[in-house]
């Protein structure tokens, strides 16, 4: 069974901090994805990441994918409060369809 | 583009009767979809895949005689959740899978069992 460790699960910091979430995992994903999601919603796509090494840019969030596809990153610099939500990952295994979720992170930044 | 809908958004119902909830993919063919479950403040948890077409594939403790699933066509799956009891409450999330390898997420549908 593919397992997605997600940390941290709950993080609180003031507008203007950086922060960082880890999706960790022992299994190899052929991509993974980077979700948020606001309360009573669905959860909206941020970014895909495919290639082991690869590092994607969405203005102030910074995705990485490992360099052996088994773990990711998502950096966030100067957080405002609008970052407020949860933030999950997700790996589709090798040969897969399935969506294999990290525990997600709560995020609140104050103001 | 890839858009995807879910149809009703909150539904309150009684307990013992059935209640369906249509997820569509307004832009694109989907020939799989996914259903989730999400309990208050957790991840989400796959419940079955459908498959256009064919059966769905439940997962692991999801009894698949009380959670239906019809994928009918390319664009519209149902999951119809029979004999609701209260336990059955919680936030229902429809993903469909596109040719790119991404999944995009319905809205959510709230259902609360009385």
């Known amino acids: 069974t593919q397992l997605l460790e997600q940390s941290p699960q709950f993080l609180s910091i003031q507008e203007g901090e950086n922060l960082t979430v880890y999706c960790n995992s022992s299994?190899?994903?052929?991509?993974l994805q980077w979700y948020r999601q606001e309360p009573g919603e669905g959860p909206v796509l941020l970014v895909t990441?495919?290639?082991?090494?690869e590092v994607k840019k969405l203005k102030r969030l910074t995705f990485q994918f490992g360099d052996a596809r088994k773990d990711s990153s998502l950096h966030i610099t100067a957080a405002q409060p609008g970052d407020t939500g949860l933030y999950l990952c997700?790996?589709?295994?090798?040969?897969?369809?399935?969506?294999?979720f990290g525990q997600g992170t709560r995020l609140t930044i104050n103001p | 583009g890839a858009v995807v809908s879910q149809h009703p958004s909150r539904v309150i119902c009684k307990s013992g009767t059935s209640v369906k909830i249509e997820c569509r993919s307004l832009?694109?063919?989907?020939?799989?979809m996914f259903w989730y479950r999400q309990f208050p403040k957790q991840s989400l948890m796959l419940m079955a895949t459908?498959?256009?077409?064919?059966?769905?594939?439940?997962e692991q403790g999801v009894e698949k005689d009380k959670f239906l699933i019809n994928h009918a066509s390319l664009t519209l799956s149902t999951l119809t959740v029979t004999s609701a009891h209260p336990e059955d409450s919680s936030f229902y999330i429809c993903?469909?899978?596109?040719?790119?390898?991404?999944?995009?997420f319905g809205p959510g549908t709230r259902l609360t069992v009385l």
């Open positions: 997700a790996g589709v295994g090798q040969g897969a369809q399935k969506l294999v």
């Open positions: 459908s498959n256009e077409g064919s059966k769905a594939t439940y």
């Open positions: 993903s469909a899978f596109t040719f790119t390898d991404t999944q995009y």
């Open positions: 299994s190899v994903f052929s991509s």
């Open positions: 990441v495919v290639t082991g090494g």
């Open positions: 832009d694109f063919q989907a020939t799989t």
